[in-house]
């Protein structure tokens, strides 16, 4: 089994930045994909980003290019989500996925084999 426990997120007035974090525990894969996802209340969860096992090739939703960027220490066993110029928009629960061997469609919540609980992002106006 897999434990994904996320930190870093909170409050933030827009045009702030927020670094998130996401910890693997227990079996981990040598080539897993992370991904990161969100979820804003009435809406669907979407990809926000990925990045496969070397950090060689990443993903990101178009509208978060440029202001989001992912990353991963694989000696830590983990993924981080460095969320600059942040708009109320982005205000959702960030969930950190972990997909475990590299393949398609990374921007797919049934690409991803384990998830986190979640962390709240608020960005207020």
């Known amino acids: 089994q897999v434990q994904l426990v996320e930190s870093g997120g909170g409050l933030v007035q827009a045009g702030g930045s927020l670094r998130l974090s996401c910890a693997a525990s227990g079996r981990t894969f040598s080539f897993s994909t992370m991904g990161w996802f969100r979820q804003a209340p009435g809406k669907e969860r979407e990809a926000v980003a990925a990045i496969n096992w070397n950090g060689g090739s990443t993903y990101y939703l178009d509208s978060e290019k440029g202001r989001f960027t992912i990353s991963r220490d694989n000696d830590k066993n983990t993924v981080y989500l460095q969320m600059n110029s942040l708009k109320p928009e982005d205000t959702a629960v960030y969930y950190c996925?972990?997909?475990?061997?590299?393949?398609?469609?990374?921007?797919?919540?049934?690409?991803?084999?384990?998830w986190g609980q979640g962390t709240q992002v608020t960005v207020s106006s």
């Open positions: 996925a972990l997909r475990k061997f590299s393949g398609r469609n990374n921007d797919a919540e049934s690409s991803y084999d384990y």
